[in-house]
């Protein structure tokens, strides 16, 4: 499905460097218990690669892709003969002094983009026809590009991902360290609400504060200028410490419901993990993420995406 089978020995990965999209929708299912649950999965994970083969082929200017994972304990349901995922487990609440970071269930997740939502429909509706009966619906969101690649609260959102020339999918892509499961990824996400009337009231420089960039040209503050409670320092945790995040607003104006899904790819949901203490705890305890002042995450699930081949396997 891409032209990395070399780097990960045939174990071709899923599309997780790929860019945020213009459309997603992001559907997360629970299993049911049914007698016809194991066989609907495994038949749909046979077939994946050939359905978004099939949506590739119909419409090929349409930047399709979709990324399946699955949860820990849906894993151990599903596929109990392939072992586990070296750090694959059901995410742990982290909780902090003032912030949360949210643990809820989640058994599949389905990370559509394409640049029409009409394309990112169409292949939930089918999903969703393959895994009727079997699965029932924890969130679905549909996110958006908005404007040039900003979060809702008006900053570009990304940035900080890893360059061209860092290769990404050393990031984002498990290697060597767990051979069975070379060419998976750890997929961890997390549902924001932003404040925003709280946020609106900042002057523009108090937000780039927050932020640590420049809210108009995304140039990230000088050391001299930034707090170290601004969202991209506290993340920062290292060059060789990255994640791959394709991050989108999610918007329900007439309920005055904004927010940023964020999803992040991962070799290691270590890195994430730290990137969360940080954020929510503090590293010192108590220097904390300043946007969380603004951000309130209601989710918080961890996935394992594995490589095109390995889903074939699981198909048998």
């Known amino acids: 499905m891409n032209s990395h089978q070399g780097l990960f020995g045939g174990n071709i990965p899923q599309d997780v460097t790929g860019k945020q999209g213009e459309n997603a929708i992001f559907i997360v ?129 990304g940035t900080e991902n890893p360059a061209v020339d860092e290769n990404p999918y050393h990031f984002a892509v498990i290697g060597d360290e767990d051979p069975d499961f070379i060419g998976g990824s750890y997929v961890f996400v997390q549902k924001y609400i932003h404040d925003m009337t709280t946020w609106n009231s900042l ?57 940023t899904y964020f999803i992040g790819y991962a070799s290691t949901f270590s890195t994430t993990h730290k990137m969360l203490e940080n954020m929510f705890i503090g590293d010192p305890v108590g220097n904390t993420d300043r946007l969380l002042d603004f951000s309130t995450p209601i989710t918080g699930t961890l996935f394992f995406a594995p490589s095109y081949d390995l889903l074939a396997k699981l198909g048998e």
């Open 203 to 259: 002057p523009v420089e108090a937000q780039e504060k927050v932020i640590g960039r420049h809210k108009y040209n995304d140039v990230e503050l000088s050391d001299e200028e930034k707090p170290q409670n601004a969202h991209n320092a506290v993340t920062n945790i290292g060059d060789d410490l990255k994640i791959v995040r394709a991050n989108m607003p999610f918007a329900n104006t007439s309920k005055g419901e904004y927010g």
């Open 29 to 157: 299912y629970g299993l049911k218990q049914s007698n016809n649950t194991i066989k609907q999965v495994k038949d749909l994970c046979a077939n994946f690669s050939a359905l978004i083969r099939s949506m590739r082929n119909r419409f090929p200017e349409m930047q399709f892709s979709c990324t399946i994972g699955f949860g820990a304990d849906a894993w151990k349901q599903l596929f109990p003969e392939q072992g586990n995922p070296k750090e694959l487990k059901t995410f742990e609440t982290i909780k902090g002094a003032k912030y949360i970071a949210v643990s809820t269930p989640g058994d599949i997740l389905l990370h559509i983009r394409a640049k029409q939502m009409g394309l990112c429909f169409e292949f939930a509706s089918i999903i969703d026809e393959k895994l009727k009966g079997v699965v029932d619906s924890i969130d679905e969101t549909h996110g958006f590009r908005y404007m040039d690649g900003k979060a809702i609260i008006g900053f570009v959102d």
